[in-house]
């Protein structure tokens, strides 16, 4: 059997001329493929009528995108440690266990192309238990430009295109297809492979193998920003009350601004860190009657964080900085009646999600190095809760959530992703207004001028975000 070690670039286009035919006709069925790659295509008989068409087989992972009886497209969700699909092919939204949906299927057969005519995808070669999450990682740093720079232009468009796509955005399929025109030419008679009958047309073989975007300004593009690390910082309406901040704050000084603080009537309602340093919000309105902190060299210093347990005192923040100390705000007069935390090298949804059933809700979070380290507590007030963990900041998926009546409630990031918890609150505020804002230095003149709207910071973190 001949074959080809790289497809050319016409054969590619009507590759993907068919392709889209056929994704196009299964999702005006409501279906989704859900694993979209260069196996599962295959070429109809040699010497009949379908020896030019390209069929596409196996839909062992077909979902709905479309619910049939009502029409809607299914609702917006992440479970981050459910992954559906082949790690090479499978989309970013997919690895981070996203609700499939037709831009997943777009995005997948863009690495298939891609695969088809250069021979080998960047992400190819990792090993070990974190395979998905350092492919994940690895397709978020490569720029289409990266990806594409020895393929034909329209396949740069055509894969530019598909990772921004939003979730239920309906694809031009025509517009897609049309991408590819300039590459075919006139007599597109071209078979990309020699088969005995139906013939894989990746098959492994050869050489083959081989925000401040919610602050009105212009919506930016899922995928195309530019990674950074920035100040996220929350705020939410709230009665007129008095809050303080402070960062830069070294050890040594930590001490003085808790008790000037204390002695004006606030508590510390959140902390946080950048650079080894502390930043620091105390105000009027936490609730809570008494307030104790210890600065630890240990992320979670467990003799400490257990004997305050005792005393009926609940983590109530808690910050890590990059060389691993910690600071840990343990308070009286909370709501919570129990706690537990766990820290991990990954982000722990597995054990999340296994605390929820158990009517734990996550109630403070933070970050030291690539360590994270989550607090959740029964009696936390929600009625549901979920996570949005993305190696870029997901605005979209916050979006979506904030639509579904969730508010931020905590936040924290690590230099390769930033992981955010949604809430519903048992108790309603009269005013849900929240916003968010990404800056690059701490966002001391933002915090007045929310203030002047009375909107009070509820959850600051330092990390991996997009600008
Ligand atoms: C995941 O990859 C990192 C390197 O990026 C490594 O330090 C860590 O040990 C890996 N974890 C597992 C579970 O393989
Ligand atoms: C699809 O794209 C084409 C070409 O850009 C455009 O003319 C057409 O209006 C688009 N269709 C829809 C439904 O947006
Ligand atoms: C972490 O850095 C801070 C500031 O440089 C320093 O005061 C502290 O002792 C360091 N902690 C550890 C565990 O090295």
Same mark, same amino acid.
């Given at each position: #059997?001949?074959?080809?070690?790289? #497809?050319?670039?016409?054969?590619?286009?009507?590759?993907?001329?068919?392709?889209?035919?056929?994704?196009?006709?299964?999702?005006a069925r409501g279906y989704v493929h859900g694993d979209v790659k260069p196996?599962?295509?295959?070429?109809?008989?040699?010497?009949?009528?379908?020896?030019? %068409?390209?069929?596409?087989? !196996?839909? +062992?992972?077909?979902?709905? $995108?479309?619910?049939?009886?009502?029409?809607?497209?299914?609702?917006?969700?992440?479970?981050? !440690? *459910?992954?559906?699909?082949? @790690?090479?092919?499978?989309?970013?939204?997919?690895?981070? &266990?996203?609700?499939?949906?037709?831009?997943?299927?777009?995005?997948?057969?863009?690495?298939?192309?891609?695969?088809?005519?250069? &021979? =080998?995808?960047?992400?190819?070669?990792?090993? +070990?238990?974190? %395979?998905?999450?350092?492919?994940?990682?690895?397709? *978020?740093?490569?720029?289409?430009?990266?990806?594409?720079?020895?393929?034909?232009?329209?396949? /740069?468009?055509?894969?530019?295109? @598909?990772?921004?796509?939003?979730?239920?955005?309906?694809?031009?399929?025509?517009?897609?297809?049309?991408?590819?025109?300039?590459?075919?030419?006139?007599?597109?008679?071209?078979?990309?492979?020699?088969?005995?009958?139906?013939?894989?047309?990746?098959?492994?073989?050869? =050489?083959?193998?081989?925000?401040?975007?919610?602050?009105?300004?212009?919506?930016?593009?899922?995928?195309?920003?530019?990674?950074?690390?920035?100040?996220?910082?929350?705020?939410?309406?709230?009665?007129? *009350?008095?809050?303080?901040?402070?960062?830069?704050?070294?050890?040594?000084?930590?001490?003085?601004?808790?008790?000037?603080?204390?002695?004006?009537?606030?508590?510390?309602?959140?902390?946080?860190?950048?650079?080894?340093? $502390?930043?620091?919000?105390?105000?009027?309105?936490?609730?809570?009657?008494?307030?104790?902190?210890?600065?630890?060299?240990?992320?979670?210093?467990?003799?400490?964080? *257990?004997?305050?347990?005792? /005393?009926?005192?609940?983590?109530?923040?808690?910050?890590?900085?990059?060389? &691993?100390?910690?600071?840990?705000?343990?308070?009286?007069?909370?709501?919570?009646?129990?706690?537990?935390?766990?820290?991990?090298?990954?982000?722990?949804?597995?054990?999340?999600?296994?605390?929820?059933?158990?009517?734990?809700? @996550?109630?403070? #979070?933070?970050?030291?190095?690539?360590?994270?380290?989550?607090? #959740?507590?029964?009696?936390?007030?929600?009625?549901?809760?979920?996570?949005?963990?993305?190696?870029?900041?997901?605005?979209?998926?916050?979006?979506?959530?904030?639509?579904?009546?969730?508010?931020?409630?905590?936040?924290?990031?690590?230099?390769?992703?930033?992981?955010?918890?949604?809430?519903?609150? =048992?108790?309603?505020?009269?005013?849900?207004?929240?916003?968010?804002?990404?800056?690059?230095?701490?966002?001391?003149?933002?915090?007045?001028?929310?203030?002047?709207?009375?909107?009070?910071?509820?959850?600051?973190?330092? &990390?991996?975000?997009?600008?």
């Amino acid at each position: #059997m001949e074959f080809q070690n790289r #497809m050319s670039s016409e054969m590619v286009a009507c590759i993907a001329v068919e392709a889209l035919s056929i994704l196009e006709r299964m999702h005006a069925r409501g279906y989704v493929h859900g694993d979209v790659k260069p196996e599962n295509f295959l070429l109809g008989q040699p010497s009949t009528a379908q020896e030019k %068409k390209l069929f596409l087989v !196996d839909l +062992g992972l077909a979902t709905k $995108w479309r619910d049939g009886a009502s029409g809607h497209h299914v609702e917006y969700d992440q479970h981050p !440690d *459910m992954f559906r699909g082949t @790690v090479r092919y499978a989309s970013v939204h997919a690895h981070l &266990g996203r609700t499939a949906s037709r831009r997943d299927d777009l995005e997948s057969l863009a690495y298939t192309l891609i695969f088809l005519h250069r &021979g =080998r995808l960047p992400w190819q070669g990792y090993q +070990g238990d974190n %395979k998905s999450f350092l492919v994940c990682k690895k397709k *978020m740093a490569t720029s289409p430009e990266m990806l594409c720079c020895f393929c034909p232009s329209p396949l /740069k468009q055509f894969l530019e295109i @598909v990772v921004n796509m939003k979730f239920d955005e309906e694809p031009n399929y025509s517009k897609l297809i049309s991408l590819f025109d300039s590459l075919i030419g006139p007599n597109p008679a071209v078979r990309p492979i020699n088969t005995d009958g139906a013939q894989k047309v990746g098959q492994k073989r050869g =050489r083959l193998n081989v925000e401040e975007d919610d602050d009105g300004q212009p919506k930016k593009k899922v995928r195309l920003g530019v990674p950074a690390t920035q100040w996220i910082s929350i705020y939410n309406a709230r009665l007129p *009350m008095k809050q303080r901040y402070h960062y830069n704050v070294a050890d040594a000084r930590l001490p003085q601004h808790v008790e000037r603080g204390m002695a004006d009537g606030l508590l510390i309602s959140c902390v946080a860190s950048c650079s080894n340093l $502390w930043a620091l919000i105390m105000d009027a309105g936490t609730g809570f009657s008494n307030q104790v902190y210890e600065l630890s060299p240990i992320f979670f210093h467990k003799e400490w964080i *257990m004997e305050h347990w005792e /005393k009926n005192y609940y983590i109530s923040s808690v910050a890590g900085a990059t060389n &691993g100390s910690s600071l840990v705000v343990m308070s009286k007069g909370t709501q919570y009646t129990q706690q537990s935390y766990k820290v991990s090298e990954s982000f722990p949804f597995k054990w999340i999600n296994k605390k929820w059933k158990e009517g734990f809700h @996550v109630t403070s #979070m933070a970050t030291a190095g690539t360590r994270w380290g989550v607090v #959740m507590s029964r009696n936390a007030g929600f009625s549901d809760q979920v996570v949005e963990l993305d190696f870029l900041y997901p605005s979209e998926g916050i979006h979506r959530r904030w639509d579904n009546g969730y508010r931020i409630t905590a936040t924290a990031a690590t230099w390769d992703q930033a992981a955010l918890i949604l809430s519903i609150p =048992r108790r309603r505020p009269g005013d849900e207004t929240q916003e968010t804002l990404r800056t690059s230095q701490f966002p001391s003149t933002h915090v007045k001028e929310k203030w002047a709207k009375n909107l009070y910071l509820s959850c600051l973190c330092y &990390g991996r975000t997009v600008a």
